[in-house]
């Protein structure tokens, strides 16, 4: 069973920058697409942004322009690099892997790492 390993979540003031990793490991099938997905407190999570295995790429209306998600196949991590951070950005993000195991396509999720964004 892969696994995901989420880091670089912290707090940091409105404006400023944080980088997200999600690192796999353990993984026996074939990637469709990797994920981040955000859960403020008292709300759905919600899907920030998605990079396929082919390289397409998928961001949510809120974070176009100031949120860049990336791969790095050789290093099996998928990054989020945040900047022009805001308080609404605020929450728990999850790094998601979508993979094929036949006969379906399966979803794994990482333990998720805090971002706070507060003045």
């Known amino acids: 069973q892969v696994q995901l390993v989420e880091s670089g979540g912290g707090s940091v003031q409105p404006g400023g920058s944080l980088r997200l990793s999600c690192a796999a490991s353990?993984?026996?099938?074939?990637?469709?697409?990797t994920s981040w997905f955000r859960q403020a407190p008292g709300k759905q999570r919600e899907l920030v942004a998605s990079?396929?295995?082919?390289?397409?790429?998928t961001y949510a209306e809120s974070v176009r322009g100031r949120f860049t998600i990336s791969r790095d196949d050789a290093k099996n991590t998928v990054y989020l690099e945040m900047n022009s951070l805001k308080p609404e950005d605020t929450g728990v993000y999850y790094c998601?892997?979508?993979?094929?195991?036949?006969?379906?396509?399966?979803?794994?999720w990482g333990q998720g790492t805090q971002v706070t964004v507060s003045s």
């Open positions: 990079v396929t295995i082919g390289g397409v790429i």
């Open positions: 353990g993984s026996k099938f074939s990637e469709l697409s």
């Open positions: 998601q892997r979508a993979e094929w195991q036949p006969p379906s396509r399966t979803e794994v």
